[in-house]
């Protein structure tokens, strides 16, 4: 595609349910991240995946956050038994990330906005 | 202490100053530092990146980098009200090769 796409825009969901967040980066972008965004802050690093290397996960905030990569494209966030204080805006990147500053221009995706009730 | 620092604001600039948003680092070995824009509801976007140490200037926008005080800045010139957003610094962490951004400044250019 074009850009990043991220899916659902918008989630509402009830506390203790889980989530599952998409990320569909820019084809031929090796590296992807997952930041959180709560309203008025800024962006807190979650997980980083860069080529086949293993994921960094030290951003994670509790074992409730996982998150995959599969065939080097398309990434999923999953969020177990959710809590309200998880409400927040979960951005998606990706980028060349060549080794080159130039590359490593993060492209973001609109977001989704997830709300826990 | 956060890798990367920034004073969160508010920050109000008249039309047509000069804004000066400042950044710090914890991480020495940081290489590459990048100057994002969110306007409100909106994704960030990049709008300049700054690796060797002086001034990088781009238009209205000039990005300063000072590797031994370890601080980064970016000054819009002639500010203009569409200016008005919040701006995110980041640094690429050296090793852990990933983006970290500081928690943004809001700025506010008055008509």
């Known amino acids: 595609g074009a850009g990043v796409s991220q899916s659902p825009s918008n989630k509402v969901t009830e506390k203790g349910k889980d989530v599952e967040l998409r990320c569909d980066p820019i084809s031929g972008h090796t590296a992807l991240y997952w930041y959180r965004q709560s309203l008025g802050q800024g962006l807190e690093f979650l997980i980083y995946f860069q080529g086949n290397s293993a994921p960094d996960k030290s951003g994670l905030p509790s074992d409730r956050f996982s998150a995959e990569r599969t065939g080097g494209s398309v990434s999923t966030l999953t969020i177990q038994r959710t809590q309200q204080e998880d409400s927040a805006v979960y951005l998606c990147a990706s980028s060349l990330a060549q080794g080159w500053a130039s590359n490593e221009k993060l492209f973001f995706g609109s977001g989704t906005q997830l709300s826990v009730l | 202490q956060k890798e990367v620092e920034q004073n969160s604001g508010p920050l109000s600039v008249p039309e047509g100053a000069i804004a000066s948003l400042n950044c710090t680092y914890s991480d020495r070995g940081s290489q590459s530092f990048f100057w994002y824009r969110q306007y409100s509801g909106k994704s960030p976007e990049l709008i300049m990146f700054i690796y060797s140490n002086g001034d990088k200037e781009d238009g209205r926008f000039t990005a300063q980098l000072n590797k031994a005080s370890q601080y980064v800045s970016l000054l819009i010139r002639d500010s203009q009200p569409s200016d008005s957003a919040t701006y995110l610094c980041?640094?690429?962490?050296?090793?852990?090769?990933?983006?970290?951004f500081g928690q943004g400044t809001r700025l506010t250019i008055n008509p």
């Open positions: 980041a640094a690429l962490i050296q090793g852990a090769q990933k983006l970290v």
